[in-house]
């Protein structure tokens, strides 16, 4: 009787870890996406818009440079860790989660490594366009970028940063599908 008693017992220790260890990974996950769709809000939707009519098209875009790898390099971070999470937390590798949060990570590592480099160098340049002192309107900007040069650049960033952000938003969905009592 004593050994059966032990070995239901040390089951329901190991279930219990298991759950807590589960609950940890989900949390962190969630942090991590909440993290990576605040930061973009904030820097694209609140800071630039602000930045832009405060500093001036002159100041913004050097200002904005630096802070573009910082932020990048974040998103990448965040959504590796977020894409770790979900594994180790025992999703399959055709779920929701993971799915989504590697297209958000491929999305951050494209802007990181491609995307945003080019970028940034075609805004460098467009700085001594003298047609870069046409886009003087933050609605214009975000179309158009700097000019010419950054045009199509400025339009691959956001595009990615979209498909980024709706890669983690799919992901949140994954995990709350993946947690949420059946109904």
């Given at each position: 009787f004593a050994p059966v008693a032990t070995a239901r017992?040390?089951?329901?220790?190991?279930t219990s870890a298991q759950r807590t260890m589960s609950a940890l990974y989900t949390f962190l996950d969630l942090a991590s996406c909440g993290y990576c769709l605040g930061s973009t809000t904030w820097y694209f939707f609140v800071a630039s818009p602000i930045a832009f009519k405060i500093l001036g098209r002159e100041k913004f875009v050097p200002t904005m440079m630096g802070q573009a790898r910082v932020y990048f390099m974040h998103m990448s971070g965040a959504l590796a860790a977020s894409l770790g999470l979900s594994l180790a937390n025992g999703a399959s590798h055709s779920s929701t989660a993971v799915l989504s949060a590697g297209v958000g990570l491929a999305a951050a590592l494209t802007n990181q490594l491609v995307v945003g480099p080019s970028a940034l160098a075609a805004g460098k340049a467009s700085l001594t366009d003298a047609e870069t002192e046409k886009t003087n309107k933050m609605k214009d900007f975000v179309s158009e970028g700097g000019g010419h040069r950054t045009k199509?650049?400025?339009r691959m960033?956001?595009?990615?940063v979209l498909t980024m952000t709706a890669a983690n938003?799919?992901?949140?969905?994954?995990?709350?599908?993946?947690?949420?009592p059946p109904t």
């Open positions: 017992l040390s089951c329901s220790l190991l199509l650049w400025h960033v956001v595009v990615v938003a799919l992901h949140v969905w994954g995990i709350a599908s993946r947690v949420a």
